[in-house]
């Protein structure tokens, strides 16, 4: 937190390829600052940060408007088609310590898709890497970014019956992290009100951790 009338929160989107990763970073900075494509193989393949610019109108502190400045570290995902999962979570937490070491990090962001079922397996093996990554309290500063809600809107679900209709492993995930989730619409959260709805949800969870961070550590 820089000034008194200005807070930056500190953010980094996991997971599989092709799950919406960079394409989720890009919504939530407002930029295109990560490449997100269509491709047969993994496209990132080593971390980049990418910053927004200054974002009024989603927070007030002492009676003023605040600013919001908000960070996320794009990340290879994990399995990958080219890098092993030593290679991910060892380049994952180099870069988490040089981004976010002095500041720390307020939440990891598990990015799935909406629009295919999550296996037992596949959620095993993200949230080991993320235990690698964050440590025994990873549970608190985790949340589910489920991409593509836009497609499960369209076949007919709502947010309360797609969740009654999930997989054992995806409740029993969210029901790990303290139900901290999100829908993301890919086109509406390209737009400003969708994304706002986005942040104002993640600075809710942020602010019932009671603002705490992961990873800091002070500089030598």
Known sequence: MAHSNEMTINLVVLGKTQSGKSAAGNSLL???????????????????????????GLMRRNGCEAALRVRVLD????????????????????A??????????????????????????ESNDTVQLIQELLGPTWKDFTAVLLTH?????????????YLHSASSALLSLLNSV??????????????KEGRNIVLRKL??????????????????
Request: with cysteine; glycine share 6%; hydrophobic share 30%.
């Open 96 to 121: 988490l310590a040089q981004h976010f070491g002095e500041q720390g990090l307020h939440l990891a962001l598990l990015v799935l898709r909406a629009d295919l079922p999550l296996c037992p397996d």
């Open 149 to 161: 809600a836009d497609k499960a809107e369209e076949a007919g679900y709502s947010e309360e019956t």
């Open 203 to 220: 600075l809710n969870f942020i602010r019932k951790n009671n603002y705490q961070v992961l990873l800091k550590h002070s500089k030598e």
């Open 178 to 191: 303290q139900h901290k989730y999100i829908f993301l619409d890919n086109h509406n959260s390209r737009i």
């Open 30 to 56: 407002g930029s295109s600052d990560f490449e997100s494509r269509l491709s047969p193989s993994s496209v990132t393949t080593c971390c980049s940060l990418g910053r927004s610019g200054r974002i009024l």
């Open 75 to 94: 990340t290879p995902s994990y399995p990958h088609s080219a890098l092993s999962k030593e290679q991910v979570r060892d380049t994952v937490r180099a």
